[in-house]
């Protein structure tokens, strides 16, 4: 390649931090109000038919997301390595997405668990598509531990917008026009920003004059790194907890505090994304201050104590403020859970002089997604013990199966997540933070 074509150009963070915004928008809504739209409004399948679908999703997701990064490494264009494959995959997720929310027609007796099975998996595996390669932009676009911070920042702020739009204000907006109409407006505005972002990132193409990273020995490296399973270990059991909540409020709302509307359940995710929205520049200062690995390990336990009073909070006056101290928790661990993920893939980097950023976001996004499994525990405990299959037969106490499935299992989860958190340490980590304490106070 040329000189001018191995110049690298920086990418302003705020465009590439907005992309968030766009990835976000379709899937939070698809992963929260799947069960609700199919289990609870359309009675099509029962809980238990959706667990099989989470359980079954998350071994294919097992094999796709390592395609999918090993693929990215490989590309070699002069548009880069991830840009083509977010301009391509994006209207086709947004297709299949769209699909999911408006199935056709009248389904048979026999149609509605293979129709939500198939449309359930190709979304997702287009989702993990984009995912993996605009996450593998993060750290080859931004290399100092402060402009990562900052970037990252920008990037969780559009995050938690793209929830309030996606998970809070939708169960508002599917009471006016419909889930499926839903579905086609977000879709759109989820094409325009993803290539909004992907056209303006300015991937460092000398990257590509670098031998291309072989499958197996890049799987092996990633997976015999121990810090990589601790990591995605803690990861996943934060993203099923937030999973579990998010799909669970509607219930909640509806079985336990008794508000049979979509306003109610707007109100409770709003209050919680909008909180951590606000937090997370407080978050930055802690991280800062803390060091990145200590304030993680401040937020995982932050976010497993505030989720506990919800168990008991009857009305959704009292329930407010403590999804206000839940948003706190979430905004600190969003804060600061990929710079984690950032040093893990500079430590790879420097010890095998290679840059394999697709096959660690990957892979990374195998165990956070293998939360699909805590998932479908949850499912299958609520249909099991509580009796809860459907909304036509929401069992004897849906009241407690919807407080089980947004509080207690996630709270489970969230302490396990807490722990594995203090098992992983980085040799250099003393020196490291002593490194950021005197950069901060410099700044």
């Not at 990633?222 to 990589?228: A, E, I, L, M, R």
């Not at 928790?329 to 394999?356: F, N, T």
Request: charged share 15%; net charge positive; hydrophobic share 50%.
């Amino acid at each position: 390649m040329s000189d001018q074509k191995k110049q690298l150009r920086k990418t302003n963070p705020f465009r590439y931090a907005f992309g968030m915004f766009g990835t976000s928008i379709p899937i939070n809504m698809f992963k929260t109000f799947a069960t609700v739209f199919y289990v609870d409004q359309l009675s099509a399948v029962t809980f238990n038919q959706f667990a099989i679908i989470t359980f079954a999703y998350t071994f294919l997701d097992a094999v796709d997301n390592p395609i999918y990064g090993f693929l990215s490494d490989r590309t070699r264009t002069k548009y880069g390595r991830r840009r083509p494959w977010l301009v391509i995959a994006t209207p086709l997720l947004v297709v299949c997405y769209i699909l999911f929310f408006n199935p056709p027609g009248p389904l048979g007796a026999d149609t509605p668990f293979a129709y939500v099975m198939l449309m359930y998996m190709l979304t997702g595996t287009l989702d993990s598509m984009i995912s993996t390669n605009y996450g593998a932009l993060f750290p080859e676009l931004f290399r100092d531990e402060r402009e990562r911070a900052k970037t990252n920042a920008i990037r969780q702020i559009f995050q938690l917008i793209a929830m309030v739009v996606s998970i809070a204000l939708t169960p508002v907006v599917a009471e006016k026009i419909g889930f499926g109409n839903t579905a086609i407006v977000y879709g759109i505005l989820a094409i325009a920003v993803i290539w909004f972002m992907a056209f303006g990132a300015r991937e460092d193409l000398s990257l590509m004059d670098q031998p291309k990273p072989g499958l197996l020995t890049s799987v092996k490296a990633v997976v015999s790194n121990p810090k990589f399973w601790k990591y995605g270990m803690t990861n996943a059991c934060f993203g099923a907890a937030l999973a579990l909540v998010q799909a669970g409020v509607p219930f909640y709302v509806k079985y336990y505090l008794g508000r049979d509307d979509g306003m109610s359940s707007t109100l409770l995710l709003g209050v919680a994304i909008l909180s951590a929205i606000i937090f997370i520049p407080a978050w930055i200062k802690i991280i800062h201050r803390l060091s990145v690995m200590r304030a993680w390990r401040l937020a995982f336990g932050l976010i497993t104590v505030c989720i506990l009073p919800l168990y008991i909070t009857s009305v959704l006056g009292a329930a407010l403020p403590v999804v206000v101290l839940l948003g706190f928790g979430m905004a600190g661990v969003q804060a600061s859970m990929d710079l984690v993920s950032a040093r893990i893939l500079d430590e790879d980097a420097k010890k095998y002089g290679l840059r394999r950023e697709g096959i660690y976001s990957s892979l990374l996004g195998v165990l956070n997604k293998a939360n699909g499994l805590f998932v479908s525990a949850g499912y299958l405990i609520v249909d099991t013990i509580y009796g809860f299959e459907s909304g036509d037969v929401p069992g004897d106490n849906p009241g407690d199966a919807s407080r089980f499935l947004t509080v207690l299992f996630p709270a489970l989860l969230l302490l396990v997540g807490f722990l594995f958190s203090f098992w992983l340490k980085f040799r250099d980590e003393p020196a490291v933070e002593k490194q950021e304490a005197e950069q901060n106070e410099k700044a």
